[in-house]
């Protein structure tokens, strides 16, 4: 039994709160259809450099979530955020998974479809 207010949570680092990465330029504007091409390419290889697909399918579906559901999520999924942001994360087995920014928010400088 701990203090009151503790939580084993908090020893683990799964409470940490999600937030959106920093605000991040792109190398050139881009349009929405373009991020979502670079979206879909990365998930589609993101399992074939290691890890489990049921954690990657975990990360997507927290990626494209509102932050409160996300965490939710990453929290039934076993998975240890150690970047507020997302950006690194690992499953309880010690596999790490790195997330783009792009994944995980649009850039400044997206060009708004028309």
């Keep these: 039994m701990g203090c009151v207010g503790s939580s084993e949570k908090a020893v683990d680092g799964?409470?940490?709160?999600?937030?959106?990465p920093k605000a991040w330029k792109h190398s050139e504007p881009i349009t929405r259809a373009q991020l979502k091409?670079?979206?879909?390419?990365?998930?589609?290889?993101a399992p074939h450099y290691g890890g489990q697909k049921e954690i990657w399918d975990a990360l997507r579906a927290a990626?494209?979530?509102d932050l409160g559901l996300a965490r939710a999520i990453v929290d039934s999924a076993g998975i240890?955020?150690?970047?507020?942001?997302?950006?690194?994360?690992?499953?309880?087995?010690?596999a790490k998974y790195d997330l783009p920014k792009y994944v995980l928010?649009?850039?400044?400088?997206l060009i708004k479809d028309e």
């Excluded at 091409?37 to 990365?42: G, I, L, N, T």
């Excluded at 240890?80 to 010690?94: P, Q």
């Design 14 to 20: 799964h409470s940490r709160k999600i937030r959106k």
């Design 105 to 109: 928010s649009e850039p400044t400088n």
């Design 63 to 65: 990626a494209e979530a």
């Design 37 to 45: 091409q670079m979206r879909d390419e990365f998930w589609d290889t």
């Design 80 to 94: 240890i955020v150690t970047s507020d942001d997302m950006t690194t994360c690992y499953d309880e087995r010690g």
